[in-house]
């Protein structure tokens, strides 16, 4: 579904990404670990269109994407929940889950989206006239991945989800990225957390300042030498 092929990122004078290549099956759950630094956050924002690379390709669903707008690869079908959520806190949970429906125009199908979200996210339903930034993090980052699939996306870019909140609700939120694959949403799942990014994910990229330095099968990198002493502690 996605082929990002020999990647060339850089801001400015100082190159982030080095050919970077990687590849993502339809339907499934794939992840990109690393240290902060990495160039993870880079390499999503690229995909989906905010940056511009030096070179290399991105096609997703066999077309080329790397030249177009953010809201043409939207349009495509590809969503981005951004690392730090980047919610509107001033508004409520419903005005910013509109937000993520905005090229929607007939109410009908709008009201079937939201549903869809309210199923996936029911805590979301109960305080849909809540101001987001009220929230806690756990149900602002739920909101973040919610308004992304009012847009309907085949392919869902997740940045660090997990960042900042307590293990039980981390625990959580990985079932809820397992229920939305299950349910044919296939997921780029990028992680400073690699114990939950190898449990949930069936195949693995490891980055390095701006390289990958590893992949495979996710069983396959958990018994990596470098996985298991830089990421994992054993």
Do not use: C, W
């Not at 020999?6 to 190159?15: C, E, P």
């Not at 669903?61 to 349009?75: K, W, Y």
């Not at 602002?140 to 919610?146: C, V």
């Not at 397992?178 to 693995?204: K, M, P, S, W, Y």
């Amino acid at each position: 579904m996605l082929e990002i092929n020999a990647l060339n990122v850089a801001y400015g004078r100082v190159q982030v990404l080095f050919d970077v290549s990687i590849s993502v099956p339809e339907g499934e759950l794939v992840t990109v670990i690393g240290a902060n630094g990495a160039g993870k956050t880079t390499l999503l924002l690229t995909v989906s269109g905010v940056l511009r690379p030096q070179s290399g390709e991105i096609s997703f669903e066999g077309e080329r994407i790397d030249s177009l707008r953010p809201h043409e690869i939207v349009g495509m079908g590809l969503g981005h929940v951004p690392q730090g959520k980047e919610l509107f806190p001033a508004m409520t949970v419903l005005e910013n889950l509109e937000m993520g429906a905005h090229m929607v125009r007939e109410e009908d199908e709008y009201r079937r989206r939201l549903e869809r979200a309210f199923e996936f996210f029911p805590r979301l339903s109960e305080r849909a006239r809540q101001r987001a930034g009220t929230l806690s993090g756990g149900e602002q980052q739920m909101l973040a991945i919610a308004r992304a699939l009012m847009a309907e996306p085949r392919l869902l870019l997740l940045d660090e989800p997990s960042a900042g909140l307590a293990p039980i609700i981390v625990d959580h939120l990985a079932e809820i990225i397992l229920d939305l694959n299950r349910h044919g949403l296939t997921v780029l799942l990028v992680e400073q957390n690699a114990f939950l990014a190898l449990e949930i994910a069936r195949r693995a990229y490891v980055m390095e300042s701006g390289l990958v330095v590893e992949s495979g099968d996710t069983e396959d990198v958990l018994e990596s030498d470098l996985v298991r002493r830089a990421y994992l502690g054993i």
